[in-house]
């Protein structure tokens, strides 16, 4: 029972269904198998008393007349003239008013004048039950469990005058063959009907599973992680089911979409508190490296002019000057006045990737176009897509295309950076934009994190999607007339 109990539906119901039609099967066929055996035994009692009828009429006349041999031709013409099918009885016997045997169709067995009581417990019984007939029944049916027999008793009776009574018997065994013939053509019916509503019941069971089952293996996968609505497939329907299905399929997009929404305010904090500290940082390395520049610029016109100090001078010059261009990099300064963006800023950026293009053999394609200016800082915009262009053609696999798409929308202006190569993994996506990441293992990780910030301050958004089928794709949406100050 246990073991049933935590079987899947998909296995409970149909089996289920094939018990429930297996014990319709056995019930209907031994309804109808009793209803064919009394429909049997119905036909020999009305045979026996058609038959017992027409004998006693016709042993009214020997007996008036004390005709033994008459009554034994009468008696003995059903026995001589039987069939091995028909329903015939085995031995026919005349019996007188005070149950003696007056004439039989085995005189041997049953002679003459012998006391029914006296030929065994049986014949003692049936004169018993003989007994108690009324003289004007037209005939009874009497059936002992300890006989081997079926005996039916008709009265023979003339002007209302009991002159004996007609007992035919016959064999039990006479109901066998035909009784088996009708188990058989049943047993038959039976499986033929089997063979054709087991497999409709297991089909139309596995049906009825299958909601259930999905519904389970979808819950199932509810954990740490939402699935995703590929991986649920659920029933749709009104019934019960289906509205389960229904409410669950929302439950997990208002699941997915709490999740996004706090990677997004995790990934934001993250940034914004990596950007304190960098700023920070920053801070506390300009004040010293101010100095020392200021000093060097101070010695270099007013020192003296020694060679040792003139080759390591400008050495460490440079190796300053490096140090600030990388600070600055890191406080990415946004509030730049700059003229609105307009058509040629989007050319000059095609002439300055013409190099990296032809570089790496690959071909950059400009979709869309500005056909007026627009309200956004220009150097800010222009140095986010030189930042996602340079990533996007150095990814790109040599022979295929960069494609940049610029759309200008009724409050914002669209742009997608989409290029065909070896797609951004998934452990680094979530981590896309922080500082010394980056799309690649190999770069520095700083132009990502600074066209995130440039994006930001321009209270825009960026996504990324990156995958084999359809490569990788950077959406930078911003706002019209909304800059921050």
């Not at 018990?19 to 209803?35: E, G, H, K, M, S």
């Not at 013939?181 to 409709?200: D, E, F, K, M």
Request: aromatic letters at 4%; charged letters at 20%.
């Amino acid at each position: 029972m246990l073991l049933f109990r935590d079987l899947s539906f998909r296995h409970k119901i149909p089996l289920r269904a094939i018990v429930l039609v297996l014990l319709t099967a056995v019930v209907l066929t031994a309804a109808n198998i009793t209803r064919e055996y009394d429909q049997l035994r119905s036909d020999l009692l009305d045979n026996a008393q058609s038959l017992g009828r027409v004998l006693a009429a016709a042993l009214i006349t020997p007996m008036l007349h004390d005709d033994l041999w008459r009554a034994y031709e009468v008696i003995r013409m059903p026995v001589e003239t039987q069939t091995q099918s028909s329903l015939v009885a085995e031995l026919l016997m005349v019996l007188d008013p005070q149950l003696r045997i007056y004439v039989s169709t085995d005189p041997r067995t049953h002679p003459v004048l012998a006391e029914l009581d006296e030929l065994g417990p049986v014949f003692a019984r049936l004169a018993d039950e003989i007994s108690t007939l009324p003289p004007t029944v037209h005939g009874r049916a009497l059936e002992l469990s300890e006989a081997e027999d079926f005996f039916v008793a008709m009265p023979i009776v003339f002007d209302g005058v009991p002159l004996g009574t007609l007992l035919m018997a016959y064999p039990k065994s006479i109901f066998e063959p035909r009784f088996q013939a009708i188990v058989n053509r049943a047993a038959l019916v039976t499986l033929l009907v089997l063979l054709v509503l087991l497999p409709i019941s297991a089909y139309w069971g596995r049906r009825m599973a299958d909601p259930l089952v999905q519904l389970a293996d979808c819950m199932g996968k509810v954990g740490d992680t939402i699935p995703p609505e590929s991986e649920c497939r659920l029933y749709e329907s009104r019934d019960e089911i289906g509205r389960a299905g229904t409410q669950l399929r929302q439950m997990l997009g208002a699941l997915r979409e709490k999740q996004a929404l706090e990677q997004q305010v995790i990934a934001s904090e993250r940034l914004a508190a990596i950007g304190r500290i960098t700023a920070g940082i920053a801070h506390e390395i300009n004040n010293p490296l101010g100095g020392m520049l200021n000093a060097i610029s101070t010695y270099k016109k007013h020192g003296q002019a020694e060679l040792a100090t003139t080759r390591t001078l400008p050495l460490l010059e440079r190796g300053l000057l490096q140090i600030r261009d990388t600070v600055a990099a890191l406080l990415v300064e946004a509030k730049v006045k700059s003229h609105p963006l307009t058509a040629q800023d989007i050319a000059d950026l095609d002439t300055l990737l013409h190099p990296h293009v032809a570089h790496k053999r690959i071909q950059l394609v400009w979709e869309g176009e500005l056909t007026r200016d627009v309200p956004l800082p220009s150097t800010q915009v222009r140095q986010i897509l030189l930042n996602l262009l340079l990533n996007a053609v150095e990814a790109a696999d040599s022979g295929t295309e960069v494609v940049c798409r610029t759309e200008l929308l009724q409050e914002h202006l669209l742009v997608k950076v989409s290029n065909q190569g070896e797609p951004i993994p998934a452990d680094r996506l979530t981590h896309l934009f922080e500082p010394f990441v980056g799309a690649k293992p190999e770069g520095h990780g700083l132009g990502l994190w600074v066209t995130y910030q440039l994006v930001t301050q321009l209270g825009g958004a960026i996504d990324v999607k990156s995958d084999a089928s359809n490569g990788t794709i950077f959406s930078v949406r911003l706002p019209i007339g909304d800059q921050k100050e």
